[in-house]
DNA sequence: GTTGGTATCTGTGGA
DNA sequence: AGATACCAAC
C-alpha cells in the first residue's frame, strides 16, 4: 500500500486525519474534494475501522461508484463492503430488510415521477377538479416539499401557512390530494422518491431501540458529499444517526455552498449553516479547499468574479497555480441555429489545434430541450456525442410496459402498473370496466387487484379479467421459482408485448422491439453478473432486486455506446462533479440563463449564478460562452438579451476584451434588427426618455384582449412596434413586442396595463 | 371499445 | 415543435 496520505496538500490532509468527531469541509470547485473523501476512507479503513461501519452518502449513483473504485485502488478488496450509495439506494436497501416495520411489504415497489404524476392525475380526475388549476406537476412538487420537510398529510391539514398558500393559488384541496395520494401508495406497497427518504426517518423515528439504536451502531463513521444539496429531511436523517448523547459523532460533511443549485428540490444551504450550529459544542472543526486544481487562471478569475454578484455566501476564493491558459471567448449567434453550428465549427477548430478528444469536450446548457440543435450539427460534422438527461433507456414506454407486468408479479398491489397493463396489449379491459373496479377497490380502501374478480360486466369481460389474473398469477409463481430474466421473457410472450412489436413494421416500431430485447439481455446479464464488483453487499439477484436497482438509475448508469470517444452534451445540473479540458456553455441569454422561472425572486437569481459558476468551473483548459439573439420556443421565434451573466465575467479574461465574435455578415443580415449593440453587451440603461414617441391626441388604445401576435401597435412612449408573441392567458397576458428605433427595443408589457392601439 | 383526428398545453433542473 | 388529452366516428 503506497502512502496516499503524500499525494495530498496540507489542508486536505488534515481533513482525511481528522478521522473523529464533527467535520465540515467547504470544497471549492477542483480543489480534490472526492480525493479527500476517499482518502478519508481509506485512511479509516487502515486505522482498523471495518469497512461495513463507514455509511458515504452521496447524490448519484456514480459519484459512489467512483469513490468506491477509488477507495479500492488504495485499500484493495474491502472497498465494496463500504455503505457507499445514494440517499435513495441505501435507505431503500435498508427499508426491504425493515418494510415491516412500518407497514409495507419488503417487495415494495418504487414509483418514479412519471408513476406519481400518473397517480395523481387519477385522484384529481376522480376528485372531480380540474387539472388545469390542479396540474399534477404542481401538486406533486408541493407534495415533495411537505415530505422534504417533514410534513405529513395530518399535519399538512393543519399548517394554516400552508393552507393559505393552497388558497391563494386557487388550490384548496390540495390538502386532501396529498392525503388520497398517501392512502394510495400504502395501499399500492409503493414509495416514491421522496418516501424513500421519508419512511426511512419514520422507520428510524418509530422503532428506536430496534431499528435506530441497530445503525446507530453499525454506521461509526458517516459521511455525507454534496452537502449543500441537502434537504431538510436528508439532514434530519443524518442528524437522527449521529446526533445522540454518547454518540462518537463522527459525521464529516463536505459541500461547497457556491455550488448549491438544488434549492429548486428543497436543498437549503441552511444546513450547513446548521451543521456549525449543532455541532459546535462537539469539538467540529472545519476545513477550506481552496486550492483549484483543475482550472487555469482566467476560468478562476472569471469564476470568482461571478459568485461576488451573490448576496449571500460562506467567503472563500479559490487559487489557480496553473497559469493564465487561454482566455475566455464569448460567441453571438443571430439564431439557435447558428449557434449550434458555431459551437461545432469552433469546437472542430480546437480539436485540431489543441488535439483534443471528443471526451474533453463538454457543451452544456440550461435545458434538456437545448440539446436537439447541437446533436443536429455534431451529426452532420460527423462527430459523436452523447446526451445525457434526455429519456432514459427505463423510461422509454415498451420499456415501463415489460417492467409494469414484472412489478405486478412482484407486488400486484402496485396500483399503477396495474393499470398501466390491465389493457395493454388490448386484452378488452376497458376504461369503463377500470373505473368500476377502481371505485370499487376506492370505496374498500383495497388495493385494484383484490377488486378485479368482482367487477360487473358482461361474460366477455369477465373472461378477460380472468384470463388476466391468470396471467399475473403465473408470473408471480414463475418468479418464485426461476429467475429474473426468465420470468421477464415469459412475461414479453405472455402477455403479447412482443408480438405486438414484431407486427410494428415501422422503423419506430423495429426500435421499440429492439428496447424490448435490450432489456431482456440486461435482466440476463444482471441476474448472471457474478463479477466480483457485482457482489457487494448490494448484490440481490432476484426480481425485486433488479427491479429496486433500475428504479433508482439515471442514464448516467447506462451503457455508453458511443465507443468511448464522445462529445458530452448534458444539462449545467448533470455536469456538477464533472471536468473537462474544453467546455461550451451555451445559451446565455436572459429568460433562459437565468431562467425565467427564476428571476422573481433574488434568491432565485442568485441560485442561477451559483448555476453559471458551476458550469464555468467545469473548464479545465478552455471556455467558450455563447448566446443567440433569436431562438424557437413552442414553435414561435423570441428575441432574448444576452444574459447578466455575460456582464459579470471580467473583461481581463475575455477574448479581444470588447470585441465580439459574431456571425457573418451574410447570416447577421438575415436576422431581425440588432439595435446596435455597441462594446460588448450593453445592459438594460433605465434612464429611458420619458417624452412621448406617439402623438398624444390622436392616441386611441385598443382593448387589450384583441392584441394578437404579429399585429403592428403604436405605444405612447416607444412609439410603433410589432408584437412578437404573447405569453400567458387572460389577466396575464405579455407581449413580447419589438420597438424600432429606441434602447433594448424588445419590450415585455403586460397586457392588463398597456395601453397599446392596434394600427393594422 | 377502438381508432384517428384535432385542440390544448407545455415553460428548469433530477434521485 | 412535440406530446398528450379529448372527442367524434367507426
Known sequence: MSDFLQELNTVQRQSVLATDGPVLVVAGPGSGKTRVLTYRIAHLIREGVAPWEILALTFTNKAAREMKERIEKVVGSGANQVWAGTFHSIFSRILRMEAEKIGYPSHFTI??????????????????LDKTVYSPNVIRSRISSAKSNLITPRLYAEKEDLLQQDRAAKRPLTFQIYQQYSDRCKRSGAMDFDDLLYRFYELLHRNPDQVLEKYRKKFRYVLVDEFQDTNHLQYAIVRKLVQYPESPRNICVVGDDAQSIYAFRGATIQNILDFEQDFKNHGIQVFKLEQNYRSTEHIVEAA??????????IQKKIRSEKGSGHKIQVVKAMTDSEEGKRVADTLLEQKNRFHLSNRDIAILYRTNAQSRIFEEYLRRFNIPYRVFGGLSFYQRKEVKDLIAYLRLAINPRDEEALRRVINFPKRGIGDSTVEKISTLAGARQVPMWECLP??????RTQQSIAG?????????????????????????EKSGLADLLRTDTTPEGIGRLENLANLLDGIKSYCEDDSEEAIDFSADKSLTGYLQNIALLT????????????????????AKGLEFKSVFVVGLEENL?????????????????????????RAEQFLTLTYSVS?????????????????????????????????SSKEAAAGPPTATVSGAFQRRTNAHNASFKADPASFQASPSEQIQAGMRVLHLKFGEGKVLSIDGAKDNRVATIFFQ???????????????LQILE
Open 593 to 617: 440563463f437565468p431562467s425565467i422561472m427564476s428571476m422573481d425572486t433574488m434568491e432565485g437569481l442568485d441560485e442561477e449564478r451559483r448555476l453559471f459558476y458551476v458550469a464555468i468551473t
Open 111 to 128: 414509483y418514479d415521477t412519471e408513476d406519481t404524476k400518473s397517480v395523481l392525475g387519477a385522484i384529481i380526475k376522480e376528485m372531480n
Open 631 to 663: 431562438r424557437y420556443k413552442f414553435g414561435q421565434m423570441r428575441y432574448n438579451e444576452p444574459s447578466r451573466f455575460l456582464e459579470e465575467v471580467p473583461r481581463e479574461s475575455l477574448e479581444s476584451a470588447g470585441g465580439l465574435k459574431t456571425g
Open 304 to 313: 470568482n468574479s461571478v459568485i461576488q454578484f451573490n448576496q449571500r455566501q
Open 454 to 459: 368482482l367487477a360487473e360486466g358482461g361474460a
Open 555 to 574: 442514464d448516467f448508469d447506462e451503457e455508453d455506446k458511443t465507443g468511448g470517444d464522445a462529445v458530452t452534451l448534458m444539462s449545467v445540473h448533470s
Open 468 to 492: 388476466f389474473i391468470r396471467l399475473i398469477q403465473e408470473l408471480a409463481s414463475r418468479a418464485q421459482t426461476a429467475n429474473a430474466y426468465d420470468v421477464a421473457l415469459y412475461a414479453a
Open 741 to 755: 428605433g429606441i434602447d433594448n427595443p424588445q419590450r415585455r408589457i403586460m397586457l392588463k396595463f398597456a395601453k
